[in-house]
């Protein structure tokens, strides 16, 4: 059994920063592209960045030069540092991972966690 594990949410102010990690726990093989997604109420989840396991990274329009997504592929660790943050960052944001089993790769979502930015 793989999970996700996410932590790192809470409430900030407009121009603070937050981090959030993901760890990839089970019987896995290995960890290829892991990444983070946001879903804000009323609207459908969106890519926020994706990094592969060499380290190429993608991001959304909206979040770079503010936002950084890196990992340790050692202990099957996705991070996101934000910094400037605005309200329409608020959302709850969810790491996803393509795990390597035994019988193939299996795409995994986290539970979610929250960001908050407001005044």
């Known amino acids: 059994q793989v999970q996700l594990v996410e932590s790192g949410g809470g409430l900030v102010q407009p121009g603070g920063s937050l981090s959030l990690s993901c760890a990839a726990s089970g019987r896995i093989f290995s960890v290829n592209a892991m990444g983070w997604y946001r879903q804000a109420p009323g609207k459908q989840r969106e890519l926020v960045a994706t990094i592969t396991s060499g380290g190429s990274t993608n991001y959304a329009d909206s979040v770079k030069g503010r936002f950084t997504v890196s990992r340790d592929n050692a202990k099957n660790t996705v991070y996101l540092q934000m910094s400037s943050l605005k309200p329409e960052d608020t959302a709850v944001y969810y790491c996803?991972?393509?795990?390597?089993?035994?019988?193939?790769?299996?795409?995994?979502w986290g539970q979610g966690t929250q960001v908050t930015v407001s005044s």
């Open positions: 996803n991972a393509d795990v390597g089993l035994r019988l193939g790769v299996i795409n995994y």
